[in-house]
């Protein structure tokens, strides 16, 4: 009886440890899956309790692809594998194997034939006009996700602040109005997991690279919805963020390396001040703080100092690239990021893809500031950033400060002057045709506030958008010159929902036929001139000739050797009569072209421009 009972002892103290011993399970492996054929070398983060302490090895063996090397990490729980694949390896799923002695692990990972082409696929250019979206406000085509069991945050819309229900099914049932309306690219705020507690709407506290916010949709549907876009002729621009993370990252309890975020000693901010990165006189704790402080308390700052981060983030870029089908990058808080590291990664996504464009978001009022982070920029220092296009903020603060400067008495360098000032410091800018120009975005006040719900304040900006150098951005219902419900409230309330986008909603203005009053007017304005500027090169690529007036009105011509295109903004608020004869060095020898909104000719001797309007004639050399 005795030897009974042991027995039963021993088996329930081994049933109990084994019981207590946690199951080995691979919870991640980054990059999803990978392409014959890439530049980019293959360095796959592997995420697993203890994973550490196992040896990796891939099969088949005779197939092209091999582990090179594998890395440890600070945690115990991460591996880094070194994956060479060779030119002409087989497509096909492939068998990494973890292997402690005692035990092995099986994990499957495909490594696919490369789509042809894609390596030269084109992007953005001075020739698109993007269409900025906020996906939780413009359209719930599946009300089925506005809430789900795996994110915190669930759809309050009575609440500006919270999610409303916004999604990808709604912007692709609405890809035909953005077409039609001229827009020949599509830049959607962030669609990847943002999975904080509170005004996780706006998606740029990232939860998990490599996973599109459940509340949006799928990997599958943005990959839909890119192949969709194509087909409506429309590019996709990826809106990414790798300056910082949510702290609701998966990894963030739980960092490869000690130094994968910045670290400090109690919570520090940045102090915005990236003007650091090109100041002489900068103290080097200043210039610290600006790239390694957080930006908020919620957003764990990246250090892109870390060789195994920066090479997890130059993959992560390439896969959303190479899996979606995508055709531009825009990337948030580009100078808060370390320099050196963010010119490599631009350096790295050119080399898989030469034509593919990448707009930064550099927030600044300084002309030589903004020149410093275009790419090729002559510095002083040395420094190449390789990112091909900046956001051009002077030229926006310049046509907003001109719309609220009306009339015929402004002050000296105000009004429409602000522009002309603004455009006579091109020579600064290495690369004038990558330059993304806008009078709004979703970080701003909406132009329509700006204008004061004035349509033709609004006309003028959407022509200054339409016929300046650079690619034109315009934010979703400008167009419709919406407004703020609560200007006094921020950045919720001019993150309006689009009417129309929402089942039970009163008005559809996603239906032209449903516009009325002023709005229907900067709509058909703003339709009719984007979809000209489409097919004119010399608006596209052709040089800028300004004329300068105090009177509170502007003049410019875009030419080249075939074609002329006239601009007359009249800022005030009496009629002006065209001084032709003032612009005979380029226009001597044209009199009669066409009106570009009316198709009507014109004679320019004696024309005459309507107070606070805008004339925009084309002519044939």
Same mark, same amino acid.
């Not at 690369?431 to 506030?449: F, K, P, S, V, Y």
């Given at each position: 009886? !005795? @030897?009974?009972?042991?027995v039963?002892? %021993?088996?329930?103290?081994?049933?109990?440890?084994?019981?207590?011993?946690?199951?080995?399970?691979?919870?991640?492996?980054?990059?999803?899956?990978?392409?014959?054929?890439?530049?980019?070398?293959?360095?796959?983060?592997?995420?697993?309790?203890?994973?550490?302490?196992?040896?990796?090895?891939?099969? +088949?063996?005779?197939?092209?692809?091999?582990?090179?090397?594998?890395h440890?990490?600070?945690?115990?729980?991460?591996?880094? &594998?070194?994956v060479?694949?060779?030119?002409?390896?087989?497509?096909?799923?492939?068998?990494?194997?973890?292997?402690d002695?005692?035990?092995?692990?099986?994990?499957?990972?495909?490594?696919?034939?490369?789509?042809?082409? =894609?390596?030269?696929?084109?992007?953005?250019?001075?020739?698109?006009?993007?269409?900025?979206?906020?996906?939780?406000?413009?359209?719930?085509?599946?009300?089925?996700?506005?809430?789900?069991?795996?994110?915190?945050? !669930?759809? $309050?819309?009575?609440?500006?602040?919270?999610?409303?229900?916004?999604? %990808?099914?709604?912007?692709?049932?609405?890809?035909?109005?953005?077409?039609?309306?001229?827009a020949?690219? &599509?830049?959607?705020?962030?669609?990847?997991?943002?999975?904080?507690?509170?005004?996780?709407?706006?998606?740029?506290?990232?939860?998990?690279?490599?996973?599109?916010?459940p509340?949006?949709?799928?990997?599958?549907?943005?990959?839909?919805?890119?192949?969709?876009? *194509?087909?409506?002729?429309?590019?996709?621009?990826?809106?990414?963020?790798?300056?910082?993370?949510?702290?609701?990252?998966?990894?963030?309890?739980?960092?490869?390396?000690?130094?994968?975020? *910045?670290?400090?000693?109690?919570?520090?901010?940045?102090?915005?001040?990236?003007?650091?990165?090109?100041?002489?006189?900068?103290?080097?704790?200043? %210039?610290?703080?600006?790239?390694?402080?957080?930006?908020?308390?919620?957003?764990?700052?990246?250090?892109? /100092?870390?060789?195994?981060?920066?090479?997890?983030?130059?993959?992560?870029?390439?896969?959303?690239i190479?899996?979606?089908?995508?055709?531009?990058?825009?990337?948030?808080?580009?100078?808060?990021?370390?320099?050196? +590291?963010?010119?490599?990664?631009?350096?790295a996504?050119?080399?898989?893809?030469?034509?593919?464009?990448?707009?930064?978001?550099?927030?600044?009022s300084?002309?030589?500031?903004l020149?410093?982070?275009?790419?090729?920029?002559?510095?002083?220092?040395?420094?190449?950033? *390789?990112? !091909?296009?900046?956001?051009?903020?002077? %030229?926006? #603060?310049?046509?907003?400060?001109?719309?609220?400067?009306?009339?015929?008495?402004?002050?000296?360098?105000?009004?429409?002057?602000?522009?002309?000032?603004? $455009?006579?410091?091109?020579?600064?800018?290495?690369?004038?045709?990558?330059?993304?120009?806008?009078?709004?975005? *979703?970080?701003?006040?909406?132009?329509?506030?700006?204008?004061?719900?004035?349509?033709?304040?609004?006309?003028? &900006?959407?022509? $200054?958008?339409?016929? $300046?150098?650079?690619?034109?951005?315009?934010?979703?219902?400008?167009?419709?010159?919406?407004?703020?419900? #609560?200007?006094? !409230?921020?950045?919720?309330?001019?993150?309006?929902?689009?009417?129309?986008?929402?089942?039970?909603?009163?008005?559809?203005?996603? /239906?032209? =036929?449903?516009?009325?009053g002023?709005?229907k007017d900067?709509?058909?304005?703003?339709?009719?001139?984007?979809?000209?500027?489409?097919?004119?090169?010399?608006?596209?690529?052709?040089?800028?000739?300004?004329?300068?007036?105090?009177?509170n009105?502007?003049?410019?011509?875009?030419?080249?050797?075939?074609?002329?295109?006239?601009?007359?903004?009249?800022?005030?608020?009496?009629?002006?009569?065209?001084?032709?004869?003032?612009?005979?060095?380029?226009? =001597?020898?044209?009199?009669?072209? @066409?009106?570009?909104?009316?198709?009507e /000719?014109?004679?320019?001797?004696?024309?005459?421009?309507?107070?606070?309007?805008?004339?925009?004639?084309?002519?044939?050399?």
């Amino acid at each position: 009886m !005795k @030897r009974l009972f042991s027995v039963v002892m %021993l088996l329930s103290v081994a049933i109990t440890a084994m019981a207590a011993k946690p199951k080995f399970e691979i919870k991640h492996v980054e990059p999803l899956s990978w392409w014959v054929g890439m530049n980019t070398p293959l360095q796959l983060m592997v995420n697993g309790d203890g994973i550490s302490a196992y040896n990796v090895d891939i099969t +088949p063996k005779d197939k092209g692809v091999e582990v090179a090397k594998v890395h440890k990490a600070d945690s115990p729980n991460y591996l880094f &594998v070194d994956v060479n694949i060779a030119a002409d390896a087989v497509p096909g799923t492939y068998t990494l194997i973890f292997s402690d002695g005692k035990r092995s692990y099986k994990y499957d990972y495909v490594i696919a034939e490369r789509v042809a082409g =894609s390596k030269e696929r084109a992007s953005f250019t001075t020739a698109d006009m993007v269409y900025l979206i906020m996906p939780d406000r413009f359209a719930n085509g599946n009300p089925a996700n506005d809430s789900t069991d795996d994110t915190t945050e !669930k759809a $309050l819309r009575s609440n500006p602040g919270r999610r409303h229900g916004g999604d %990808l099914q709604g912007m692709i049932d609405h890809l035909d109005y953005i077409a039609d309306l001229g827009a020949t690219a &599509v830049w959607a705020t962030p669609l990847l997991l943002d999975n904080e507690n509170g005004a996780s709407y706006h998606g740029y506290s990232c939860s998990d690279y490599y996973l599109i916010d459940p509340r949006f949709g799928t990997n599958e549907l943005f990959k839909e919805y890119v192949e969709e876009c *194509h087909k409506h002729d429309l590019k996709v621009i990826m809106d990414i963020v790798p300056n910082h993370s949510s702290i609701t990252h998966w990894w963030y309890n739980d960092q490869p390396f000690k130094d994968w975020t *910045h670290q400090w000693n109690k919570y520090t901010q940045s102090n915005w001040t990236f003007s650091t990165n090109m100041d002489f006189n900068a103290s080097a704790a200043d %210039l610290y703080q600006m790239e390694s402080g957080w930006f908020d308390r919620s957003m764990a700052d990246m250090n892109l /100092d870390n060789p195994y981060l920066l090479s997890y983030f130059k993959q992560w870029a390439v896969w959303w690239i190479e899996y979606s089908g995508l055709d531009g990058f825009r990337v948030d808080t580009y100078p808060y990021n370390e320099k050196g +590291p963010m010119s490599e990664w631009c350096k790295a996504i050119m080399a898989e893809y030469p034509n593919f464009n990448i707009v930064g978001e550099v927030w600044t009022s300084s002309i030589p500031q903004l020149a410093y982070w275009q790419g090729d920029n002559a510095n002083k220092d040395g420094f190449n950033s *390789h990112l !091909k296009s900046i956001m051009d903020f002077p %030229l926006h #603060d310049a046509m907003r400060a001109a719309m609220t400067e009306s009339g015929s008495r402004v002050e000296w360098g105000k009004g429409m002057t602000r522009v002309y000032d603004v $455009l006579s410091h091109d020579f600064v800018y290495h690369d004038l045709q990558n330059m993304m120009i806008m009078a709004a975005n *979703h970080d701003t006040d909406r132009i329509g506030d700006v204008c004061e719900g004035d349509s033709r304040k609004m006309k003028i &900006v959407h022509t $200054l958008l339409a016929t $300046l150098r650079g690619m034109p951005q315009i934010l979703y219902g400008d167009e419709l010159m919406f407004r703020s419900t #609560d200007r006094s !409230k921020g950045h919720p309330t001019l993150r309006i929902d689009f009417p129309g986008g929402w089942a039970g909603d009163k008005q559809n203005l996603f /239906d032209p =036929s449903q516009h009325v009053g002023s709005q229907k007017d900067v709509y058909d304005y703003t339709r009719k001139i984007m979809n000209w500027r489409k097919s004119k090169d010399v608006i596209h690529n052709g040089k800028t000739m300004h004329f300068i007036d105090r009177d509170n009105t502007y003049a410019y011509f875009r030419y080249d050797d075939n074609d002329v295109v006239f601009v007359y903004i009249n800022n005030t608020d009496a009629e002006r009569e065209v001084p032709w004869t003032r612009y005979a060095e380029i226009a =001597s020898d044209l009199t009669v072209g @066409r009106n570009v909104i009316t198709d009507e /000719d014109v004679n320019m001797q004696g024309v005459k421009v309507a107070p606070m309007s805008a004339l925009v004639v084309e002519f044939e050399r």
